[in-house]
């Protein structure tokens, strides 16, 4: 069984099965509703793309809705910032929810009425213990919980003061609202959890109109049946908080939303913990949230990943019900696959080396017209210029080169990008010996990258004529950490820190074909051999910076790390 995602058929996960099994036996509901409910305190990232991609592309393929619901039941943390920017990255991953933005906050004062029907049918009581002494009496996972000494108040003892709480008249702490199921349960968390706290704190929605809030399982299993959620579907941490899912729905006879988990996204060579996330922000080893190292989706979308190549790679991935990991270099080769098929392909040189073609006449220029994309033809054609004074890669030279070093060196022919065919005859250096400057001689003949005899050469490097190249800010991005599990191994005093890697970002001054001034921020175009790169937001209309994306495989590299 398989379904379609971005036009490309693929297998089906154990969701989709069940649901279609549902819809075979008749079982299914009439309309498929899911919803994404992020909690407004941080920037999503990578980890996330997985959870969109499902809710809202399960309801796509069913021709069902999927809501956008923020979980903002926690006022000391969340900010209309964060509200902002999760919108923002849902739709630029590619997807809409149903109707306006959704709140658990929309619901506080329903949410307040059904804790009300639970003390009233003594299924809740409020607790004046502190904080301390309800963890040390909840238990652990082989021995009881024991039984808050306020657990039998009366019922209506524990309506008054959970109206006095509404009302503000205790402080942060003083009391909260508990279910009242079972301290002995097996399950850790049914023993009687905590369903509200007093919080005098303004909320960025409801400003100080509440100084009690609901907690996160209270709130979030109510809020699905609300918007009568079929398919509630979370990561696999939230496994054991199913039970307390469905006794909320059951105790209080409210619609039966489903919980179903899934394991969530973890990749080799990163963080996705939103606490790490804020340890690197605010102690500055990174810009922002939006810094092109960061896992956020802000910070892959600055980089230049694409959301067609994010969709692709949560797709490749799957969903499954255990935990794993995946290697970053997936990522990088679903980025790198698609920016192969969408980018126009010009020339730059990041790290030059002055070549004079000493036969070519001085003054002269001429103007070839090369294809955006070998690949793609639509793309179109572009001018660039060619001068007695070039600019090669310093890579693409050695002077004293090993077997299969198919570039540049003393006497070797080598093929120019739709040009000619280039000599190299003399190699200037300076007094500590770096080459400085290589006299070549061209063969006019070879005029487009062939010759009238007929001979081959195995090299084709890239160029630029030095008098028209253009001068922007290469940003060279690489992995955040130098290991793929930047946590393991830590002696007592480290901490992930010490695996941040110095060489993230290397910036350097570039050297471009004159149309590559003319690319629009946001624009993404491949350096030939050089890799993939988006124009930033930091450009200016007198110097354009470019980030590099992700690199090309560098057949050489490989060649000499073999031996």
């Known amino acids: 069984m398989t379904h379609e995602t971005d036009g490309k058929a693929v297998g089906k996960d154990f969701i989709r099965s069940k649901i279609d099994q549902q819809i075979k036996e008749g079982l299914a509901p009439a309309t498929i509703q899911t919803r994404f409910p992020p909690e407004p305190n941080g920037y999503l990232h990578i980890g996330h793309a997985k959870a969109i991609c499902l809710d809202f592309g399960i309801a796509r393929e069913y021709g069902g809705n999927c809501n956008l619901r923020f979980d903002d039941t926690n006022p000391v943390k969340e900010d209309t910032e964060y509200v902002d920017a999760i919108q923002n990255d849902v739709q630029w991953l590619g997807f809409r929810w149903q109707g306006e933005a959704r709140y658990a906050s929309d619901y506080f004062g329903r949410l307040y009425e059904l804790a009300v029907d639970l003390i009233e049918m003594d299924k809740a009581y409020v607790d004046s213990q502190s904080a301390e002494e309800i963890h040390a009496n909840r238990g652990t996972l082989t021995e009881p919980g024991k039984n808050s000494p306020y657990r039998e108040r009366g019922i ?192 730059a040189v990041l790290n030059p080396l002055r070549v004079t073609v000493e036969n070519y006449p001085a003054g002269q220029v001429e103007w070839f017209e090369m294809p955006l994309n070998p690949e793609d033809a639509s793309q179109g054609n572009r001018k660039v210029p060619f001068s007695r004074e070039l600019l090669l890669e310093r890579d693409d030279f050695m002077e004293n080169p090993p077997a299969r070093f198919h570039r540049l060196s003393p006497g070797k022919e080598v093929r120019l990008r739709y040009a000619y065919y280039l000599t190299c005859r003399e190699v200037k250096k300076d007094a500590a010996g770096n080459v400085t400057e290589l006299v070549c001689s061209y063969d006019p003949a070879s005029r487009g990258g062939g010759t009238p005899d007929g001979r081959k050469v195995k090299g084709t490097l890239h160029w630029l004529s030095a008098r028209h190249a253009v001068k922007a800010e290469a940003r060279l991005y690489d992995r955040l950490f130098r290991k793929d599990d930047p946590e393991a191994d830590l002696a007592e005093d480290e901490t992930f820190l010490v695996n941040l890697n110095p060489d993230s970002l290397v910036t350097v001054e570039a050297h471009l074909e004159p149309a590559l001034a003319e690319y629009p921020v946001d624009s993404r175009v491949q350096f030939e051999r050089l890799g993939y790169f988006r124009v930033d937001e930091d450009s200016t209309a007198e110097r354009k910076v470019f980030n590099r994306i992700v690199g090309l495989r560098d057949t050489w590299a490989k060649v000499a790390a073999q031996g």
């Open 156 to 347: 209506g003892e524990n309506l008054d003061l959970f109206r006095r709480m509404k009302d503000g008249e205790f402080p942060d702490g003083a009391h909260v609202l508990r279910a009242k199921i079972d301290m002995a349960s097996p399950n850790v968390i049914m023993r009687d959890p905590v369903l509200y706290r007093i919080r005098h704190a303004s909320h960025h929605r409801t400003g100080d109109a509440w100084c009690i809030y609901p907690m996160y399982d209270y709130t979030h299993c109510i809020s699905d049946s609300i918007e009568r959620v079929t398919h509630s579907l979370c990561s696999l941490e939230f496994e054991n908080n199913r039970e307390l899912y469905d006794w909320v729905l059951e105790t209080l006879n409210l619609y039966p939303s489903k919980q179903t988990e899934f394991a969530r996204l973890n990749i080799n060579g990163t963080v996705l913990s939103k606490r790490k996330l804020i340890q690197l922000v605010t102690q500055g080893h990174v810009s922002g949230w939006d810094d092109p190292r960061m896992p956020t989706l802000c910070g892959v979308r600055r980089r230049g990943f694409t959301p067609e190549s994010l969709r692709d790679f949560c797709e490749r991935i799957g969903v499954a019900r255990a935990n794993s990991r995946v290697d970053y270099g997936l990522l990088e080769f679903c980025v790198r696959e698609h920016l192969n098929r969408i980018a126009p392909r010009l020339m």
